[in-house]
Nanobody
Framework: QVQLVESGGGLVQAGGSLRLSCAASGRTFSSYAMGWFRQAPGKEREFVATISWSGGSTYYADSVKGRFTISRDNAKNTVYLQMNSLKPEDTAVYYC?????????????WGQGTQVTVSS
């Protein structure tokens, strides 16, 4: 069983920055692929970014490419999402997810989410 706890959300003005953190339980965190997803009010959940087990490969949605950076610290069992140049359309609940197969294709474990609100 993997437990994920997000933190770092909040209210920020457009153009500002936030860093989200996701702390994971489990002794094999370093073998998991990790991802960030988001869901805005009235919309379906969407992919934001993923990172491979080693951190060597990252993937981003086109809407956040160049503004967001996903990273991980396997010694701390934590994955991060640095969000810069935030826009009102980035407002959503952000979820951390784990793929224990390491492939980055099937995310079976999810956190409770953290709210990010960007004001114009």
């Amino acid at each position: 069983q993997v437990q994920l706890v997000e933190s770092g959300g909040g209210l920020v003005q457009a153009g500002g920055s936030l860093r989200l953190s996701c702390a994971a339980s489990g002794r094999t965190f370093s073998s998991y692929a990790m991802g960030w997803f988001r869901q805005a009010p009235g919309k379906e959940r969407e992919f934001v970014a993923t990172i491979s087990w080693s951190g060597g490969s990252t993937y981003y949605a086109d809407s956040v490419k160049g503004r967001f950076t996903i990273s991980r610290d396997n010694a701390k069992n934590t994955v991060y999402l640095q969000m810069n140049s935030l826009k009102p359309e980035d407002t959503a609940v952000y979820y951390c997810a784990a793929d224990v197969t390491g492939l980055g294709t099937t995310f079976d474990y999810w956190g409770q989410g953290t709210q990010v609100t960007v004001s114009s």
